[in-house]
C-alpha cells in the first residue's frame, strides 16, 4: 500500500509545484514565462526543462493538472521508476523538438507536451508489449480519451500545437525506449 501511498504524493507534489510557480508568475507579472522555449534560440535551450512547469493561465494550468493527474496515475501502474524515466524522455525529446521545429515566434510554455507524451505512451505501450494491463490501458485511454488526437492538429495560433504533436510523437519513443530499450525495466513493471 506504500506504493500506491507514494506515486499519489509524487502526482500531488507535481501539481502543487506548478500551482506554487503559476502563483510565483503571477506575482511577477509573468516574467517567468522568459523560461519558456524559444524556437532556435540557443540561450533558450536549457528551458525545455522549465517549460513544462510555466503555464499561461489559471484556465491552461487548470486543464494540464487534470491530464497530469489522469495520465501520471496511468503511467505509474507500472511504477515510479517507470514515470520518472518515461516522463525524462518526454519531457527532453518533446522540448528538443519544439525548439528545433516549432514556430519560431512564441515562446512555448505549459505541461501539455509531457501530457500528451503520456497519452500516447499510454496507448502505444500496448503496441510495443502486449499484456494485458497495457492492452486494458490502451482500451481505456483510447475510449475515454481518444478525442485528444484532435489536440495536435494546428487550431489556435496562442496554442502550442508543436508540444502536443512533438509529445504525442515522444510518447510512442518513450514506449518503445522503456519496452525494447530495457527488458528488465519492463519485465518488472508488468
Request: aromatic share 16%.
Amino acid at each position: 500500500m506504500a506504493g500506491v501511498k507514494d506515486q499519489f504524493k509524487l502526482i500531488l507534489n507535481i501539481c502543487l509545484v506548478m500551482v506554487a510557480i503559476h502563483s510565483a508568475n503571477i506575482f511577477l507579472n509573468g516574467n517567468l514565462n522568459q523560461f519558456g522555449i524559444l524556437p532556435g534560440n540557443v540561450n533558450s535551450l536549457p528551458y525545455i526543462l522549465t517549460a513544462p512547469w510555466l503555464h499561461g493561465s489559471w484556465g491552461h494550468l487548470i486543464n494540464n493538472l487534470i491530464g497530469m493527474a489522469v495520465f501520471s496515475s496511468l503511467c505509474l501502474i507500472r511504477g515510479i521508476p517507470f514515470f520518472v524515466r518515461s516522463s525524462t524522455i518526454i519531457v527532453v525529446l518533446t522540448g528538443l523538438l519544439v525548439w528545433f521545429f516549432g514556430r519560431s515566434n512564441a515562446v512555448h510554455i505549459g505541461a501539455s507536451g509531457w501530457i500528451f507524451g503520456l497519452w500516447s505512451l499510454s496507448i502505444a505501450i500496448a503496441w510495443f508489449q502486449r499484456s494485458f494491463l497495457n492492452i486494458v490501458i490502451a482500451i481505456f485511454v483510447a475510449f475515454f480519451y481518444g478525442g485528444m488526437i484532435w489536440g495536435v492538429m494546428p487550431t489556435d495560433p496562442y496554442i502550442s500545437f508543436e508540444s502536443h504533436f512533438f509529445g504525442a510523437f515522444s510518447g510512442i519513443v518513450a514506449a518503445y525506449m522503456m519496452t525494447r530499450g530495457n527488458k528488465s525495466l519492463s519485465k518488472r513493471s508488468n
